[in-house]
């Protein structure tokens, strides 16, 4: 801890149904920590998503010393797209099923007290200043719309999988997602891309185009092992074709990062990404985004965290 405590105005936002609602113990124990340290704390939970962006949309207009989420990527999502451009640190207590924006960042993931510890820790240094992504794309109704991202977009087998575990009403748990796999596994087909890389223009036969700022989607997918959240660039996995057999054997290896070894990957670094194709349904940060094309441009040093710089 620093050496002169300082009492710091923080805004808590509490996702109750991160990981399926098993967590939702996390948020009242987290704002009782941070009040018992001294802390100023407003605590921020609503039924929904859209009611949580605007009550917190509000908080955050108070330029409070902290906004901190707890909650999965989603809620990093949603305290990225509040807080990208602005001076106002973004906090993360993890309690998501993912947490890879905890993961990139180096912060305990799957332990309360030490992430708690972390953030008090944090209050009292100057943040960090990282890089995020700002996605342009059409919405559901065809207007232009942007938003941030701070870990991982994908626009590919991974987003459909998402799509169709976000789309299925039973099981409840995190099992849906195994089953979506499964079902999507078998279906799984080849998507013609049109990617370009900054002003490299190319057509692609792909089973995955994914982006990462982070290293992680999904709970430690290692999808980008070697991207860097401040170096200004964005790392862009594409997985050309394979038999479904080979797409199972290659699988194991993401969660080491070492399937970038493998020929059909490949990672290419830009600043802009365009990806267009037929029916693409694209996430970010875990949440839907919507369909391709999308334009996606790195912003340097947009965003702070709560979060030591690595030495
Ligand atoms: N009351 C609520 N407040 C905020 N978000 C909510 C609420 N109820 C449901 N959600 C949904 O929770 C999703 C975000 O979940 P979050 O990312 O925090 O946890 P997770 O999905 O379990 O973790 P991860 O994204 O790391 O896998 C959003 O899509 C949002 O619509």
Redesign the pocket.
């Known amino acids: 801890m620093a050496d002169h405590f300082q009492v710091k105005r923080v805004v808590v936002?509490?996702?109750?149904?991160?990981?399926?609602g098993t967590?939702r113990d996390i948020g009242p124990a987290v704002v009782q920590t941070l009040r018992a340290m001294g802390h100023e704390v407003t605590s921020l939970?609503?039924?929904?998503?859209?009611?949580?962006l605007t009550t917190a949309r509000a908080a955050v207009r108070s330029k409070p010393d902290g906004f901190v989420?707890?909650?999965?990527?989603?809620?990093?999502?949603?305290g990225a797209n509040l807080l990208a451009g602005t001076k106002v640190p973004l906090g993360i207590v993890?309690?998501?099923?993912?947490?890879?924006?905890a993961r990139s960042l180096g912060l305990p993931f799957d332990d309360t007290e030490a992430s708690v510890d972390a953030l008090a820790e944090a209050l009292q240094h100057p943040p960090r200043v990282v890089d995020a992504g700002l996605i342009h794309y059409l919405d559901d109704d065809g207007v232009p719309a942007e938003r941030w991202f701070a870990c991982s977009l994908s626009a590919g087998f991974d987003a459909t999988v998402n799509e169709r575990a976000?789309l299925m009403r039973h099981p409840r748990g995190p099992s849906r997602y195994i089953i979506a796999l499964g079902i999507e596994l078998v279906r799984l087909k080849p998507i013609h891309y049109t990617v370009t890389l900054d002003d490299r223009e190319f057509v692609v036969d792909a089973n995955m185009v994914s982006i990462g700022n982070g290293i992680s989607l999904?709970?430690g997918m290692k999808i980008t092992p070697d991207a860097r959240l401040d170096d200004g660039l964005l790392d862009v996995m594409i997985v050309r074709p394979l038999s479904r057999l080979n797409f199972i054997r290659i699988f194991p290896s993401v969660f080491k990062g070492t399937h970038v070894r493998h020929p059909k990957v490949s990672i290419d670094r830009a600043r802009r990404v365009r990806i267009a194709g037929e029916g693409v349904i694209v996430y970010a940060?875990?949440?839907?985004i919507g369909r391709a094309p999308i334009d996606v441009e790195l912003v340097p040093g947009a965003l702070r965290v709560l979060a030591a710089t690595p030495t």
Request: charged share 20%; no cysteine.
């Open positions: 936002a509490i996702n109750p149904s991160a990981s399926f967590t939970t609503e039924p929904d998503y859209e009611s949580l989420v707890v909650g999965g990527d989603g809620m990093v999502n949603l993890p309690s998501g099923t993912g947490n890879d924006m976000n999904g709970g940060d875990g949440e839907r």
